[in-house]
Structure formats: C-alpha cells, structure tokens
C-alpha cells in the first residue's frame, strides 16, 4: 500500500447491461469510474448542504452589502 492509500473494500453495484458491455469495450475502469461519479455526487451534496445551512448568513452579508455597498470599497484600487 503506497503512502496515503484508502483502504478498500469490495461491494456490489448493479448496472445496466448496455452501460456495463460499452464500458468493458473501451477498456474503462469500472471501479474508478464508479468511485469517481460516487465523489462527484457527495460533493454535490455537500455542496448544497452547505449553501442551505449558510443560506442566512449569506443573505445578510448581501443584503448588507446591497444598504451599505462593500466594506473597505474606498480603499479599492480597481
């Protein structure tokens, strides 16, 4: 095991046989791709948690913004 691999553990994933037979042809990695979309989907998740548990300190910074314009606006050089 290479410095800062996971451990692994085996499972099982039901497919479409359609999208199992055109991954085997183009010779891709099933369990990568997998692990791959499985992570894009928890980011995507936590993602929107996260804007959902932000949502109101979010929109009193921008409505604070919208009264009052941006702090420190008068020492910006663009």
């Known amino acids: 095991?290479?410095?800062g691999?996971?451990?692994?553990?085996?499972?099982n994933v039901t497919?479409?046989?359609e999208l199992l037979e055109e991954a085997k042809?183009?010779?891709l990695n099933i369990s990568q791709a997998c692990e791959q979309g499985l992570k894009s989907?928890?980011?995507?998740?936590?993602?929107?948690q996260?804007?959902?548990e932000n949502r109101a300190s979010l929109e009193a910074s921008r409505q604070y913004?919208?009264?009052n314009g941006l702090p420190l606006a008068d020492?910006?050089?663009f």
């Open 75 to 77: 020492y910006r050089n």
């Open 41 to 48: 989907a928890i980011a995507a998740i936590r993602a929107r």
């Open 65 to 67: 913004v919208e009264e």
């Open 5 to 11: 691999a996971l451990p692994r553990r085996s499972t």
């Open 50 to 52: 996260w804007l959902e």
């Open 25 to 27: 042809s183009l010779d």
């Open 1 to 3: 095991m290479h410095v």
């Open 15 to 17: 497919l479409s046989a």
